[in-house]
């Protein structure tokens, strides 16, 4: 199987939460990334948390890691327009290492 | 502070012909990785070159692909001859080497679509 999955498509509406999950195997995973990669554009670094945390804030940015369960959540508060991307969750044994990525889930934001 | 850049955006060949994909990372950083997405299935990596030595090259698909980072600056990427199962994405990304704290994370261009007809 894959080493990081993750559901393929998100519906959701506009002033509402969105959260997108993701399990990985690997379990010396050191970093664990979200990637935001809109239309066109490269990929675009959110937030990362590290192994030793269960939740990083920031703003409307919610990171919450189960390390036992291999679980990793990207919630986003009060969803925008500008939220719709593929949103791409990674692991690596460090910065400087290879990324191992899921497959993205598409965020799509309705009014 | 540009960011990372590739060329070309976008490039539509012919089995059989060759094309080649460049990256320019940020100015400084030693670290250069390839990875492709291909189909819209997950990013995958390629290879990460530390200045101009490959420090790996696990991900590499086959003998058709070599890439290069001649002097430590932009790498190149070229694929010979180019087979259907290599269209995708292909991105680049630079680093700093570890010890500069939250820039070592990776910095990812807009990516090479390459579509093999």
């Known amino acids: 199987g894959e080493d990081v999955e993750q559901s393929l498509f998100l519906s959701v509406r506009e002033g509402d939460s969105s959260v997108i999950n993701c399990t990985y195997t690997?379990?010396?995973?050191?970093?664990l990334y979200w990637y935001k990669q809109e239309p066109g554009a490269g990929l675009q670094l959110l937030t990362y948390?590290?192994?030793?945390?269960d939740m990083k804030q920031d703003q409307r940015l919610t990171v919450l890691l189960n390390k036992k369960d291999k679980h990793l959540s990207l919630r986003i508060a009060d969803t925008q327009t500008g939220d719709s991307a593929i949103y791409f969750c990674?692991?690596?044994?460090?910065?400087?290492?290879?990324?191992?990525f899921g497959a993205g889930t598409t965020v799509t934001v309705r009014a | 502070e540009a960011g990372v850049t590739q060329f070309p955006s976008h490039s539509v060949i012919e089995k059989g012909q060759t094309v080649t994909l460049r990256c320019d990372p940020i100015?400084?950083?030693?670290?250069l990785y390839w990875y492709r997405r291909v189909m819209g299935k997950e990013i995958k990596f390629l290879l990460h070159?530390?200045?101009?030595?490959?420090?790996?090259e696990s991900g590499m698909p086959n003998n058709r692909f070599l890439a290069e980072r001649t002097g430590g600056t932009y790498s190149t990427l070229k694929v010979q001859p180019a087979e259907l199962e290599d269209s995708g994405v292909y991105f680049c990304?630079?680093?700093?080497?570890?010890?500069?704290?939250?820039?070592?994370?990776?910095?990812f261009g807009p990516g090479t679509r390459l579509l093999v007809l």
């Open positions: 990674a692991e690596s044994m460090n910065h400087d290492y290879k990324l191992s």
């Open positions: 990304a630079s680093s700093h080497p570890t010890g500069w704290g939250v820039q070592e994370t990776q910095y």
């Open positions: 690997d379990s010396s995973s050191t970093y």
């Open positions: 948390i590290f192994s030793n945390m």
């Open positions: 070159f530390v200045k101009e030595s490959k420090q790996d």
């Open positions: 100015s400084g950083h030693d670290n």
